[in-house]
């Protein structure tokens, strides 16, 4: 298992200048790594969409790699979201999947199959150009210059658990973030 703040570190450091949206449980890692706080695109209260949102952004800003950080409750909430992404076809999402089997935000409910299915799995069968599973942050760190450098759609599904020290959660508004952001892109 790799810590959930490690891999966020890790994501962080070979960002480079990508716009970044993250949801739930994800969020609360990113918030206290992210260097580029501005190209950052926080989803409040709509979990699960977060793979659609990362999707438009993709689709309207072709020439910046976007990086979308999800959970793997959320994503099954919107389990679709897979084949539309892959029909699409943005070679500049890297969808990134923190799977620690529960619903950690809303208080660590089993998620329904928790170790039973593969996201990775069913993200390469929809149609995703690569995939990518680690469940230890050696082999994350040593390969994600070339999770990154892969023609998208990637996925990728991290295998992750919560430090003792979990960072809190800040509900802020999706519509003021997205004002925030589409005013740096054009800046």
Known sequence: MISSLDAARAISEVRGDALVVSTMTPSRYWDT???????????????????????????????????????DGGLLMNLGALVTTAGMAPENLVHF?????????????????AGVFNLAGMAREAGFKATFEFDNLEDLVTQLPEVMSATGPVFVSLKVNHDNEVPDFYMGNTGQAMRDLMAHLEA
């Not at 695109?41 to 950080?69: C, E, H, N, R």
């Not at 950690?104 to 329904?112: M, V």
């Open 97 to 113: 999947v923190f799977e620690d089997g529960v619903y950690f935000t809303t208080g660590s409910q089993p998620i329904p199959g």
């Open 33 to 71: 790594v992210s260097k580029n706080k501005e190209r950052d695109l926080p989803i409040f209260g709509a979990m699960g969409k977060a793979s659609s949102v990362g999707l438009g952004l993709a689709l309207a800003q072709p020439d910046k790699k976007v990086l979308v950080l999800d959970g």
